[in-house]
């Protein structure tokens, strides 16, 4: 059954394996998430699962959102995410979900929002060479370089690799590996790094490519 989850990223440390070697986690603090809704192919043409996590009173919703989660009779939630899962079946409005839906050894996706970095110049954001700093390079080692046209085509071609925002943007890193489940505080240790600032809300569901 295909699974997925929404948490908040803790951050990282380490943890050590049966081998005593260190492995490099991230902890996320998965649920409990609650069913609010329930998407059918007869109602909505397609099959998928709407969960809430993190408690929101109620003076801080608008009026649709009291009138949503009223009609699921549960309590406000901070945050929606819509799963679609090839069966919900065993899903019902109410349902309760807490993080040892995933169990140790499961590979998994998260999708977050990768950390701001606002205006960001080739260098940073493309991975761009800088020029050498030799006589005669002048303020512009770390400029775009060529904008490649002249006269004929007089334009610069789609694609160019400019200046610009740099960051927070919707990432998804694929086929992580979960080290260890702590159900009792809702707890998942993840080998490896995923996107997003401490706090910030990423979506775990079971890997595609596994």
């Not at 009138?67 to 899962?85: C, Q, S």
């Not at 993840?190 to 401490?198: H, L, R, S, W």
Request: net charge positive; aromatic share 4%; glycine share 12%.
């Amino acid at each position: 059954m295909q699974k997925g989850i929404i948490g908040k990223k803790i951050g990282m440390t380490q943890v050590f394996d049966e081998n005593g070697k260190v492995v490099p986690v991230t902890v996320v603090e998965a649920g409990p998430c609650t069913v609010v809704q329930k998407k059918t192919v007869e109602s909505d043409g397609y099959v998928a699962v709407q969960l809430g996590f993190g408690d929101i009173s109620a003076k801080k919703v608008t009026k649709p959102a009291k009138g949503h989660f009223d009609k699921a009779n549960v309590a406000p939630k901070k945050t929606l995410r819509e799963f679609r899962l090839a069966d919900i079946s065993g899903m019902n409005i109410g349902d309760i979900l807490k993080a040892d839906v995933f169990a140790a050894g499961d590979h998994i996706d998260v999708v977050g929002t990768s950390k701001g970095k606002g205006h960001a110049g080739t260098i940073k954001r493309w991975n761009g060479h800088r020029l050498r700093e030799s006589h005669g390079t002048g303020p512009v080692s770390r400029h775009a370089g060529s904008m490649g046209a002249c006269s004929s085509p007089s334009r610069v071609f789609k694609g160019k690799k400019l200046p610009g925002h740099l960051g927070a943007e919707r990432v998804t890193v694929q086929n992580l590996k979960v080290v260890k489940v702590d159900a009792e505080n809702n707890l998942i240790a993840i080998k490896g790094a995923i996107p997003g600032p401490k706090g910030s809300v990423v979506c775990i569901t079971d890997s595609v490519k596994a």
